[in-house]
């Protein structure tokens, strides 16, 4: 079953500008993670946030996380034309022993 | 080196034929998946191994069977192919099994059934 849900499904921004993109589930969580995924590759690992945490950075990316509205958004800030790609978040619900329950993904494009 | 390698990254084949997808792993990791990717970009896990021990066999037909000869491989062989099994299929592995684990992924090989 599905559990995450992006939202935009599509984002188109210029060069420069920021990108936000947000993920909502329906069950309690342990963790949410981020992925993103270029073009015909695999899905590569960009930042987890547990359920006790309500932000955490990496360069570029923040992440927030709100348990009570059971969402959570992914910022990249001064996006580059290399940030083209999918977005996807996975949750680690308690009770789906430690499986990863994906949404269905943001496509970003990022306009030179 | 590559992490998780798969292959092959693109298979195309007849209705009805058997074919396997191999992946195999250098990072060390206890533990390894097999993702189905839809037309939509849905990610739906298939299977999943610890350390060779099947883990998690979610609703897959049993066409589909994954054998893992050691830790470090996974491979999934599909009997009697379907339209409907075309895909893109993703193998990934994680340090272990359990909370906070982050997956790495193989580039993903594409299934076309014709």
């Known amino acids: 079953s599905q559990q995450g849900e992006e939202d935009p499904q599509a984002l188109s921004i210029q060069e420069g500008e920021n990108a936000t993109m947000n993920c909502s589930y329906k069950t309690s969580i342990n963790n949410l993670q981020w992925y993103r995924q270029n073009s015909g590759r695999g899905l590569v690992h960009l930042i987890l946030i547990r359920s006790n945490e309500r932000e955490k950075h990496s360069g570029r990316l923040r992440v927030t996380l709100d348990t009570s509205k059971k969402s959570s958004s992914l910022l990249i800030t001064a996006s580059r034309a290399a940030d083209t790609a999918s977005y996807f978040c996975a949750t680690d619900g308690m009770d789906s022993n430690y499986q990863l329950i994906w949404g269905a993904g943001t496509k970003l494009i990022i306009k030179p | 080196d590559t992490a998780v390698s798969q292959t092959p990254k693109y298979l195309v084949t007849q209705m009805g034929n058997d074919k396997s997808i191999k992946c195999e792993q250098n990072?060390?990791?206890?533990?390894m998946y097999w993702y189905k990717q839809d037309s939509k970009k849905f990610l739906k896990i298939m299977f999943s191994y610890n350390n060779k021990e099947l883990i998690i066999n979610e609703t897959v037909p049993n066409r589909f069977s994954p054998k893992s000869p050691d830790k470090a491989h996974l491979n999934l062989h599909i009997n009697s192919l379907e339209l409907g099994d075309s895909a893109v299929y993703f193998c990934a592995s994680s340090e272990k099994t359990g909370m906070n684990e982050k997956l790495f992924f193989g580039s993903g090989t594409q299934l076309s059934v014709l």
């Open positions: 990072l060390g990791h206890d533990t």
